[in-house]
């Protein structure tokens, strides 16, 4: 697991992608009923994203799990969902070893996860995805693209999103759709890709 320099980030206040409220594109899907069933929050950070989907508890029979491997994230995220009054599990786990959930998933959500693993590490991320999500279930990827300018830190073109999820490992790429993220950095966010990929 990679969690101690990942935990140290945010140690000293919140880092600079968490912007202390859901990603706008992921409100934005919420709203438009994006997600159903059982819903993963795949490297949760400090829980935003899952918190709003949770909150909207639309349909009935959602419910939301975030894991990450920085504790500090987790217990912060723990914290808001109790302030808030939130149902949301958080948990430890490794994005690299998912089948230790013993649980599926029908809509799993990556928001700025799967940038940060190179070429060399994404197959092994994408085989422990496919195995917590639902045949038929969909997964959302909202990376930063490289369609600049004012790119963010780790680039991803739409190639590599295909490269990565295809059918011969399980996945079929639905759409992707260029997009913003917001960060601390940028005043109105870096250029992005939000892809919809479907478990096959
Ligand atoms: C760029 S942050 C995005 C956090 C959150 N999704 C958000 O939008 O604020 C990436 C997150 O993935 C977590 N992470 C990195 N590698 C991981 C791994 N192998 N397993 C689980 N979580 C991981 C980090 O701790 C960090 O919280």
Same mark, same amino acid.
């Given at each position: ?6 935990? @140290? ?26 997600? @159903? ?43 808001? @969902? ?12 490794? @994005? ?105």
């Amino acid at each position: 697991m990679t969690g101690l320099p990942w935990d @140290a980030s945010y140690h000293d206040g919140p880092p600079p992608w968490d912007i202390g409220r859901p990603q706008p594109a992921i409100g934005r899907l919420a709203s438009e009923g994006g997600f @159903a069933g059982a819903v993963l929050d795949a490297g949760c950070g400090t829980g935003e994203n899952a918190l709003h989907v949770a909150s909207l508890r639309v349909p009935s029979g959602l419910s939301v799990l975030g894991f990450d491997v920085a504790e500090t994230a987790l217990a912060i995220a723990r914290q808001k @969902a109790a302030d808030r009054g939130i149902e949301v599990e958080f948990v430890t786990a490794d @994005a690299f070893h998912l089948e230790c959930l013993r649980r599926r998933f029908q809509t799993v959500l990556d928001c700025g996860l799967f940038h940060t693993f190179d070429g060399s590490e994404r197959p092994g991320y994408v085989a422990s995805l496919a195995s917590v999500t639902e045949h038929d279930g969909t997964l959302y990827v909202l990376c930063f693209s490289d369609d600049g300018p004012d790119t963010g830190p780790h680039p991803i073109s739409q190639e590599e999103l295909r490269a990565a999820f295809n059918p011969s490992n399980g996945w079929n790429v639905a759409a992707i759709e260029p997009e913003r993220i917001q960060t601390r950095f940028h005043d109105h966010g870096a250029p992005a890709w939000f892809a919809t990929i479907k478990r096959i």
